[in-house]
């Protein structure tokens, strides 16, 4: 896939990056940037959260105004007043979070802000046609008339794509699309991206998913802590030197923590059935059951919709199944509230932290104390003093990095906020813990911190059931490797298993 | 692992963390800085304002709103809203008008007059009797708050209205030869020369700001208002906090009806008409966002005195009652506007 660098020249120079810095509040985000976007190729943004991609982003796109430096189109120096005005000089951005009306059709988001109108009103039909001309080339099978909250958020993350296509943008900045993309999706958006490539489309873009990115990418610039620390096109790159920029040393995920032996079966899952929460009719979980042991690490890998979140939050006490057997030390739990399970030692850190995971209007000390109000109640009244040392604990164990408990949650990097998640379910001290997708936005070097987290967990004894969309994850800390297809495990590895392997039992076309 | 503070991108931070700057003082502190503008301004005006029995009299004025607003706090920061309250306190105040005046058992054809504690206890349990439908309602079957509690409103204000056939019961004094004397002790005695209504408003703010800050109930209120979704993950019981915060609504209603029908001597179906607005103005100008999760029993206390303040000032110097009306709107508007600008773009988004 690498081919596609090698094989095209490189484009004239449309958009210009000259020395471009910013500061905020007199804090600098970026110092001195310099790159080219070249006409019809892929230039790929690296660097951690809080490297100043996003500041960089914006700028290029018209939100923010450099401090100094300046930007080039075409040749002319150029200040862009605002996204719109980026946006009529053909440059489009896709944010990482989703920015769709969810109680709106397909159609109406896509043309939100600029419908077509004709003689009487909006001419529905044409945006209709439209619509289905765009969402057929991104080879999606969406109806546009469907609310956008019905989707799937892959899907979702698809219009937002569909929608920046639509205004026939020059140059197009795409923010970790593929999130939230399964691996045949992010296939198609690849193929998307070159076929806009070939048209002459120039694609700005950002991942931390860095293998998928190398195989879209011509050129790459790297930053961090506001620098460019490199800037070469694909044919002189590879992924350790990427890493290297980035972090500024080499990162090892981990490998399973061995040198202790497993314990009792801690959790066990029977035959467990769960209906679509959604109302869809089917079973997103089929007559599934699960072992997991003490000391275990357990990973489920599987694609969107396999099933994975609503297996987790089943067990958790979220949803609710329609039969099956959920133990956890022998004892059956499936009647018990969230709160009592996690009572008896049973945590869920949630997928989507914003969402299901942090109180936005509460501190980072109060957020990691949350699940644990019992523990420093003493007869009506909390005890200050023992919640102190509570989170004192937790922001230790989970390696925090917080200018102390009192500081607003979201001033927080993504990792930190993530690790704030964790640590407030290990605070309740578990004896099974289950994290569905850990690693979800958060950088590389967060990343390993999170797995050695969980690591040293299952070396205390704990059991630990994780799921990932990214294979090296299953293989890097995992003892067992659970591929779940169409809510049923349709597979089962040991740690030594191939990659391809995996792909394959989870349904996903081999990638090369 | 990456430095967010160093990158200045999450400002909140910064700003949270940050040097407090006049502006931002006076930002924080604005219901006190206002009330403070409020008392200092109609002092020059009208030298009976700031006397010791003025300030008194004012003050049992806003015990009644004060009352609601607590339960209003409550309700709030679990994301919700109520606007029942006022039908509440009236239909109340007209069940213990009508318990004051005897219940007549037909069949056996006596009359009972119930001591008046028995009074409070039963108006109190009606209170939260009404609250809890509410609540049930609105956590259990997922009817949204401003619905249920609109209905709730109006069903509660026409069966007051049904039973007074829209009259209103006088004297509730009670007579010695009945044992029922005392009603009007609540709106009429004074202890160390505090009003009594003003005491227990001191009393239930004092307890609801404990409840608040140092219970467990507390943090499970803040957390749920914040994110109902990672606190329900979290195991906090979602549902009970919310039947929790309409029924103490209720209950508050009810005092607040009793304060109030003592304070009048009677009892009528139309009291407390509007009420539940000025208790959310209160709210809001002490501070509180009405997406819930942030908000104190500090800040509504000092709401609920700036406009019991402002409007019997506005009396005192005699403008006119429609102006008051204007005053009072206005400071709501400049109060949600404050804390647009205190929360930032992330309380508009949510």
Redesign the interface.
């Known amino acids: 896939m690498s081919d596609a660098a090698t094989s095209r020249p490189a484009g004239e120079v449309v958009l210009a990056a000259r020395n471009i810095a910013k500061s905020y509040n007199g804090v600098k985000a970026l110092k001195g940037v310099n790159f080219d976007i070249h006409r019809g190729q892929v230039t790929t943004l690296f660097g951690e959260n809080g490297a100043g991609k996003s500041t960089l982003m914006k700028i290029l796109s018209g939100v923010a105004q450099p401090t100094s430096g300046e930007i080039v189109l075409d040749g002319q120096p150029i200040v862009f007043s605002s996204s719109t005005d980026a946006r009529n000089h053909g440059i489009s951005i896709i944010h990482q979070e989703l920015s769709l009306a969810p109680n709106l059709s397909v159609r109406d988001n896509i043309f939100m802000g600029r419908e077509i109108t004709g003689p009487t009103g909006v001419d529905y039909a044409e945006e209709e046609r439209q619509v289905r001309r765009l969402l057929a080339e991104l080879e999606e099978d969406i109806d546009p008339l469907t609310p956008v909250e019905e989707l799937r958020l892959g899907q979702q993350q698809i219009v937002e794509i569909a929608r920046a296509l639509s205004v026939d943008s020059r140059i197009l900045i795409m923010d970790e699309p593929t999130s939230a993309l399964s691996a045949t999706e992010v296939e198609v958006l690849f193929s998307v991206i070159r076929d806009l490539t070939a048209k002459g489309v120039s694609i700005v873009y950002i991942s931390h998913h860095l293998e998928e990115a190398l195989q879209i990418t011509d050129h790459a610039v790297v930053l961090r802590d506001g620098n460019m620390t490199a800037y070469a096109p694909r044919a002189d790159i590879d992924l350790e030197w990427i890493v290297r920029n980035m972090v500024g040393e080499n990162y090892d995920l981990g490998s399973p923590p061995t040198g202790h032996d497993f314990g009792p079966i801690m959790l066990s899952v029977r035959d467990l059935t769960v209906p679509d929460p959604a109302g869809g009719g089917y079973n997103v979980v089929d007559r599934m059951s699960l072992d997991v042991r003490a000391g275990e690490i357990v990973c489920i890998y599987g694609l969107m919709g396999a099933g994975r979140t609503e297996l987790l939050e089943t067990v958790a006490g979220k949803l609710s199944a329609t039969s099956g057997e959920i133990a956890l030390e022998g004892k059956e739990i499936s009647h018990l509230a969230i709160g009592e399970r996690i009572a008896r030692g049973l945590a869920l850190v949630p997928e989507d932290r914003q969402r299901y995971g942090l109180v936005q209007t509460m501190s980072v000390g109060q957020n990691l104390s949350l699940a644990s109000i019992r523990e420093f109640t003493r007869g009506v009244f909390t005890s200050l003093r023992l919640e102190r040392a509570l989170i004192q604990k937790s922001i230790r164990n989970v390696t925090v990095k917080t200018d102390g408990p009192d500081v607003a949650i979201g001033s927080l990097s993504g990792g930190n906020q993530q690790k704030v998640v964790i640590g407030k379910m290990l605070a309740t001290d578990p004896k099974v813990i289950l994290l569905d997708e850990p690693s979800r936005g958060i950088d590389i070097g967060a990343k390993a911190e999170v797995f050695r987290i969980l690591a040293h967990h299952a070396a205390a004894g704990q059991a630990v059931v994780f799921t990932t969309s990214e294979v090296n994850e299953c293989l890097s800390i995992a003892h067992r490797i659970i591929i779940m297809r169409r809510g049923r495990i349709s597979a089962e590895f040991t740690s030594d298993i191939t990659k391809e392997k995996i792909m394959a039992a989870s349904g996903e076309a081999v990638a090369a | 692992?990456?430095?967010?503070?160093?990158?200045?991108?999450?400002?909140?931070?910064?700003a949270?963390?940050g040097t407090t700057s006049p502006i931002k003082l006076l930002l924080k502190g604005r219901a006190f800085f206002a009330l403070i503008a409020i008392i200092i301004v109609f002092s020059f005006l009208s030298p009976n304002y700031l006397t010791v029995s003025n300030v008194l009299i004012m003050s049992s004025h806003v015990a009644i709103y004060g009352i609601l607003a607590i339960g209003m706090l409550v309700v709030i920061l679990s994301g919700g809203i109520d606007l029942s309250v006022g039908s509440i306190l009236a239909l109340c105040g007209v069940i213990a008008g009508a318990l004051m005046q005897g219940v007549e058992l037909k069949p056996l054809g006596v009359i009972l007059f119930p001591p008046v504690w028995a009074v409070v206890v039963l108006t109190c349990a009606l209170g939260a009797l009404l609250g809890a439908l509410n609540g049930i309602l609105i956590a259990l079957f997922r009817v949204p708050a401003f619905v249920t509690t609109l209905g709730v409103m109006y069903m509660a204000r026409g069966i007051a209205l049904l039973m007074t056939n829209g009259l209103t019961y006088n004297n509730l004094a009670g007579r010695p030869d009945l044992g029922n004397t005392g009603f009007d002790w609540l709106g009429f005695n004074r202890l160390f020369g505090v009003p009594i209504s003003v005491l227990v408003l001191a009393a239930l703010a004092v307890l609801t700001g404990?409840m608040l800050s140092?219970?467990?109930f507390g943090?499970?209120l803040?957390?749920s208002?914040?994110?109902e979704?990672?606190?329900?993950?979290?195991?906090?019981?979602v549902k009970r906090v919310k039947i929790t915060v309409y029924t103490l609504s209720g209950i508050l209603s009810a005092i607040a009806g009793l304060v109030l029908s003592s304070q009048l001597t009677s009892a009528g179906p139309t009291a407390g008409t509007t009420y539940e607005l000025t208790a959310i103005a209160a709210v809001v100008i002490g501070g509180a966002?009405l997406t819930?999760?942030?908000g104190t029993v500090r800040g509504t206390m000092l709401g609920a005195f700036v406009i019991g303040f402002l409007s019997d000032g506005l009396v005192i110097i005699g403008v006119s009652s429609y102006w008051q009306t204007v005053f009072t709107g206005a400071v709501i508007v400049l109060a949600v506007l404050m804390n647009t600008i205190q929360y930032g773009a992330?309380g508009i988004r949510q």
């Open positions: 692992m990456t430095q967010s503070s160093a990158n200045g991108i999450s400002s909140p931070a910064a949270a963390r404990l140092r219970s467990s943090r499970w803040y957390a208002g914040g994110n979704n990672a606190a329900d993950l979290s195991g906090v019981p966002a819930g999760g942030r992330r």
